[in-house]
């Protein structure tokens, strides 16, 4: 007997459904899986076979084949495990066709029939959803995760015999949340402010607010100490929460790399991801043997640290080039061309010199550098690398006596807070209410929203040519300028705008 199950299989973060056909004939007794899958699907019969002997159900002797359509799409991962237990049963005879017709079948089965979670379950779904399917069962902690998906009933169960029972008795398997309360995670709790401690560093929270504001990368400069580290940590909390459209990109793509904790649903946290450099140009950038993403897709709606940048290889840099200005990363494999999500903000800190203490002659070090020296340190970072950052802050070591005061008063972050938020709707107003900031404008949409009189015009060739600024420069200058009016609550670019803009670009 043939028994069609649908199901689906993870690409990179996004999905595909399958069709696990299961056909049970009788013959000398066998069990052949084909349909391109990978070794854990084809390790998948052992535990469907015993998860099904321990749950107590006695198969009888027959030639098993498993076809997995689209048959010349590679299959990777345990997620259909499920479907090809419900399958084989059904082509048994031991499970009525009807229960599993039209239904949808994701997860992994252990030996004792227990279901266990998955990776990638919220791109699936969606990928079943637009194949018709409007109910799906899933590990119980997968379960939040598919009830974010519109026009889905997500339905979970223990174990393999607890789901077949409700399948026999609908309505006994677990439903997703109510209407209304979307599943997502818990407020987190209070934390000390990362904020509360850039004491003294009234230009670097400028810059902070600047990035934070308009998205824009960023590029930290000083001796061990300034406080380089923290001021990173400081743009991922001025950074505004998450909007629904985006927390679903951040779920999506930390559900397809397996970080989302069992139980969880909406991700509205936006990710910080601080790598360290000896991370290679693949985990970088995504890709390996099953396509998974890499930090620059983690990094997602979010903030990509790196810390020590001149330490990093040349060909990790390199590789950010095109998610810098793409927001995406294509990925041209044997197997085919993925696109993975990467549209964050990149936040590198660097020493001036390898000892850390040039241009600092009244600091409690002197630099031991040569003129050499220092030249490769600083060369390590290519001109097309420099030339995507937007805003340069050069810090210098805080006193004592201001390090040990108080802390910053909490009104002031929250006006700092405020004028962001005003600024990031402005531009959503701008872009038809999607999270657009303006580090993502093209040409056309900088002539647009950032026109310069014959004054400004002029003001900026001068610049340019002073400071040896290139076309991408250039246009990352407007970008910064649009949002300095933007926080300004100003319609235009004022000369102000652009003169400001251009002191955090002077330093490249």
């Not at 599943?183 to 401690?197: F, I, N």
């Not at 993403?293 to 330490?311: C, I, Q, T």
């Not at 210098?396 to 008063?409: C, D, F, H, I, K």
Request: charge should be positive; glycine fraction near 10%.
């Amino acid at each position: 007997m043939l028994a069609p199950v649908l199901s689906a299989a993870l690409a990179a973060v996004d999905a595909f459904p399958v069709r696990v056909e299961v056909n049970a004939t009788r013959g000398l007794p066998a069990f052949t899986v084909v349909g391109l899958p990978d070794g854990a699907v084809r390790e998948g019969k052992e535990r469907v076979l015993t998860a099904l002997s321990n749950a107590g159900y006695a198969l009888p002797p027959r030639r098993i084949t498993v076809n997995l359509a689209p048959a010349d799409v590679r299959k990777d991962g345990s997620s259909l495990d499920l479907p090809v237990a419900v399958g084989l049963l059904v082509a048994v005879g031991q499970l009525d066709p009807g229960l599993s017709s039209g239904r949808g079948f994701v997860g992994e089965l252990g030996l004792d029939g227990a279901l266990r979670p998955v990776r990638g379950v919220l791109a699936m779904a969606a990928a079943l959803v637009d194949a018709g399917v409007s109910e799906l069962w899933v590990p119980p902690a997968n379960r939040r995760e598919a009830a974010l998906v519109p026009g889905l009933t997500a339905r979970s169960a223990e174990t393999l015999p607890d789901l077949l029972e409700a399948l026999r008795h609908p309505g006994r398997g677990r439903s997703p949340d109510p209407p209304g309360a979307p599943p997502g995670d818990p407020p987190p709790m209070a934390a000390p402010s990362v904020l509360g401690q850039l004491r003294g560093r009234s230009w670097a929270m400028r810059g902070l607010e600047i990035a934070a504001a308009g998205g824009h990368n960023l590029m930290l400069e000083g001796p061990p100490g300034s406080g380089k580290t923290w001021m990173a940590r400081g743009l991922a909390e001025l950074l505004p929460p998450a909007d629904t459209a985006e927390a679903l990109e951040i779920t999506r793509v930390h559900s397809a790399a397996g970080l989302l904790p069992a139980g969880a649903g909406l991700q509205t946290r936006r990710p910080f991801r601080a790598p360290h450099h000896t991370a290679s140009h693949v985990g970088m950038i995504g890709g390996g043997p099953n396509l998974r993403p890499g930090e620059v897709s983690l990094a997602h709606r979010g903030v990509l640290f790196l810390d020590e940048a001149p330490e990093w290889p040349r060909r990790v840099l390199e590789t950010l080039r095109q998610p810098l200005e793409t927001g995406e990363v294509t990925l041209v494999r044997a197997r085919g061309v993925v696109v993975l999500p990467a549209r964050f903000t990149l936040v590198s800190a660097m020493n001036p010199c390898p000892c850390g203490w040039y241009g600092e002659e009244d600091g409690p070090q002197r630099c031991t550098c040569s003129e050499p020296v220092r030249r490769r340190y600083q060369g390590r970072l290519s001109g097309p690398f420099r030339d995507r950052i937007d805003l340069w802050l050069k810090l210098r070591p805080v006193p004592p006596s201001t390090l040990l005061a108080e802390a910053e008063a909490v009104p002031e972050m929250d006006r700092i807070r405020g004028r962001i938020a005003t600024a990031r709707s402005r531009q959503a107003h701008r872009s038809g209410g999607h999270p657009f900031p303006n580090r993502d404008l093209d040409p056309a949409g900088i002539r647009r929203w950032a026109p310069l009189r014959r004054s400004e015009r002029s003001l900026l060739e001068r610049a340019a040519t002073g400071l040896g600024l290139s076309a991408r420069g250039c246009h990352r200058v407007l970008r910064v300028a649009r949002t300095l009016a933007d926080l300004s609550d100003r319609s235009r670019v004022e000369e102000e705008d652009l003169l400001e803009a251009l002191q955090f670009r002077s330093a490249t």
